[in-house]
């Protein structure tokens, strides 16, 4: 099964996120059931490997903290562009939060991520070449949420389709309130 470790976004969240999904061409939007923020992508994982992580990720503890979604960016690949992000206000609660995740991550016997986490909600991806960002970044560029609370981290399986992925959630885990 292939797997990843994220954030599921509260309902008006998603709304509000689905507001920037038009006005650029050649992209493939995700659909608001689908936005999530990805702590930590994990890939193919067998049952006991998978169980393996779910004990290590119910051992985190980290309580509950705010995040805001604020502006937005992308990620290009030998200057093509591949995804158009929503940005994660900078946060030291969420880089503690991402470390626990990784630890426990190497802990249940997965390799190491050696790339810097990047806290983003991807809101369209794209094959096309040659796409100018301007207009929609004058639009949408100021893109900020209200905060809200991070109640809980997620276990998902992500499946690929040829219609787009679909995450099923496996397990949540609950950051503790104090
Ligand atoms: P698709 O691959 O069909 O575009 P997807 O990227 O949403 O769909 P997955 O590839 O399973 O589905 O990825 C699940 C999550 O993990 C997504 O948030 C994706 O951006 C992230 N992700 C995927 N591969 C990596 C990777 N190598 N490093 C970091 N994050 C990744
Ligand atoms: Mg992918």
Redesign the pocket.
């Known amino acids: 099964m292939?797997l990843?470790v994220?954030i599921s976004l509260p309902a008006d969240i998603r709304l509000s996120l689905a507001t920037l999904c038009s006005g650029l061409a050649g992209a493939?939007w995700?659909t608001p059931e689908?936005m999530?923020?990805?702590l930590?992508?994990i890939?193919d994982a067998d049952g006991g490997m998978a169980e393996d992580l779910d004990a290590e990720l119910s051992g985190i503890q980290v309580p509950e903290f705010d995040i805001k979604l604020t502006g937005i960016g992308s990620f290009s690949k030998r200057s093509r562009l591949r995804?158009v992000w929503a940005g994660v206000e900078t946060n030291a609660a969420l880089i503690h939060l991402q470390r626990k995740i990784e630890q426990a991550a190497v802990r249940a016997g997965f390799p190491p991520?050696g790339?810097k986490f990047t806290p983003h909600i991807?809101l369209a991806?794209f094959k096309t070449q040659q796409i100018d960002l301007g207009d929609y970044l004058e639009a949408n560029g100021a893109f900020s949420s209200a905060p809200f609370p991070l109640e809980a981290v997620t276990l998902?399986e992500?499946?690929?389709?040829h219609g787009?992925?679909h995450?099923v959630a496996l397990n949540d885990y609950p950051l503790r309130g104090i």
């Open positions: 292939r990843f994220g493939r995700v689908n999530h923020m990805t930590r992508f890939g995804a991520e790339r991807t991806r998902f992500s499946h690929l389709g787009g992925s995450y």
